[in-house]
């Protein structure tokens, strides 16, 4: 009975990196839909959004069983508690990629200030995203503690994002509408973070049992 759970857990890790990796895909795709103005880009961010929402259900479907199969004793139980509040973070950052594929195709960044924090944003989202979801594999506290500190460096982005575009807006009003919709974008990669940020929370939750979110 322990062999198998083991296995099913194993198998849990992976879809969760699995997860995690659609889930960079999709930012990439996403922002590079933004930066070159890529229509092909905008549509693929949309389908792995779509594949995370499956990927959601799987592993949702998964921890179920574990949960009412297995019996899991208090820390295996802390953790696939944990891996169900992690997917839900993982789903919004697939949506979020999707809200900025969306917006992307409508933007002329050509005249825009600001654009290229846009791209050190989503470096930086998906090393968390990338990060809080390995933490969780490896039971690597230092790891998970390391992307809530992270979260600084998005958040310190976007803030040279709005104080640039506020900046603008004053000089040239006729692209003011361009201008928002960046600032949006800026902000969904912010939110990104903040979902890696939970992430890491639960992870840290799952070893320590002590959760510190807000």
């Known amino acids: 009975m322990r062999v198998r759970f083991q296995n099913q857990m194993e198998s849990l890790h992976r879809e969760l990196i699995s997860m995690g990796s659609l889930c960079e895909k999709a930012i990439s795709a996403a922002v590079k839909a933004f930066l070159e103005g890529d229509q092909g880009m905008a549509e693929q961010a949309i389908l792995y959004e779509q594949e995370i929402d499956r990927a959601e259900r799987d592993i949702e479907a998964l921890c179920m069983k574990l949960l009412l199969q297995q019996q899991p004793v208090a820390r295996d139980l802390r953790a696939i508690s944990s891996a169900l509040k992690m997917i839900s973070d993982m789903e919004r950052i697939g949506d979020q990629a999707a809200d900025i594929a969306e917006i992307a195709p409508y933007i002329d960044n050509s005249t825009l200030p600001a654009v290229s924090h846009i791209a050190d944003m989503a470096h930086a989202a998906s090393k968390m995203v990338r990060d809080s979801a390995a933490s969780f594999v490896e039971k690597d506290l230092n790891m998970a503690q390391g992307v809530i500190q992270y979260d600084d460096v998005v958040d310190s982005s976007f803030l040279a994002v709005r104080e640039e575009l506020i900046a603008f807006l004053r000089s040239l009003e006729s692209s003011a509408a361009h201008a928002l919709d960046l600032l949006m974008i800026a902000k969904y990669l912010e939110r990104i973070g ?9 992870v840290i939750c799952s070893i320590t049992g ?5």
């Open 194 to 202: 903040d979902h890696a940020v939970n992430i890491a929370q639960w």
């Open 210 to 214: 002590e959760y510190r979110g807000q």
